[in-house]
């Protein structure tokens, strides 16, 4: 089955990027019908280094149905201003295993006004089940679509070193005071 969003978002291309990789916007993007809770030690971090990550999948945020792998990458040869995130994991365990083949690929570039132009795209397969899992996983992505114009405009990113450098910077102007 092929799943597609194509969405303007109301941020730029560097905090829509942020956000991708960010574990708590997955879980805002995603309630109330599931969360995750880590599996690794440390719980889930600020943001998803490449590679594999287990996690439990919830119901409403509270009844377990499951382990998930994500495995992430960003793969190479795009065009240039493009940036994307795949997730090549799957659900280990419960309901969500009925799916043989996971990939979800997660693209952003620039628009012309600043704005950012996501693209989405799952690919899974459930054999005999495609054809039941279909709407629901298609429903659940138009979920996901509009929770992430919601949140859009909150998103902002500050490269590396740039805020603590703004707060180290006011707290000398205090301190010199």
Request: net charge negative; proline share 9%.
């Given at each position: 089955?092929?799943?597609?969003l194509?969405?303007?978002?109301?941020?730029?291309?560097?905090?829509?990027?942020?956000?991708l990789?960010?574990?708590?916007?997955?879980?805002?993007?995603?309630?109330?019908?599931?969360?995750?809770?880590?599996?690794?030690?440390?719980?889930?971090?600020?943001?998803?280094?490449?590679?594999p990550?287990?996690?439990?999948?919830?119901?409403?945020?509270?009844?377990?149905m499951?382990?998930?792998?994500?495995?992430?990458?960003?793969?190479?040869?795009?065009?240039?201003?493009?940036?994307m995130?795949?997730?090549?994991?799957?659900?280990?365990?419960?309901?969500?295993?009925?799916?043989?083949?996971?990939?979800?690929?997660?693209?952003?570039?620039?628009?012309?006004?600043?704005?950012?132009?996501?693209?989405?795209q799952?690919?899974?397969t459930?054999g005999?089940?495609?054809?039941?899992?279909?709407?629901?996983?298609?429903?659940?992505?138009?979920?996901?679509?509009?929770?992430?114009?919601?949140?859009?405009?909150?998103?902002?990113?500050?490269?590396?070193?740039?805020?603590?450098?703004?707060?180290?910077a006011?707290?000398?102007?205090?301190?010199?005071?």
């Open positions: 089955m092929r799943v597609l194509k969405l303007t978002l109301d941020c730029t291309p560097d905090a829509a990027w942020r956000a990789r960010s574990p708590a916007v997955l879980r805002e993007v995603v309630a109330p019908w599931l969360d995750f809770d880590s599996l690794e030690p440390g719980g889930l971090p600020t943001v998803w280094p490449e590679g990550h287990r996690l439990r999948v919830l119901a409403f945020r509270r009844y377990p499951g382990e998930e792998r994500v495995d992430l990458s960003s793969p190479g040869g795009l065009p240039a201003g493009v940036r995130l795949r997730d090549a994991g799957g659900a280990e365990t419960g309901p969500f295993a009925a799916f043989d083949e996971w990939d979800h690929r997660m693209a952003v570039s620039a628009l012309p006004d600043g704005r950012t132009l996501y693209r989405d799952l690919l899974a459930a005999v089940a495609d054809a039941l899992l279909w709407y629901p996983t298609w429903a659940f992505w138009q979920w996901r679509g509009m929770q992430l114009r919601r949140l859009a405009p909150s998103w902002r990113y500050d490269p590396p070193g740039t805020a603590d450098a703004a707060v180290a006011d707290d000398v102007t205090r301190g010199a005071a």
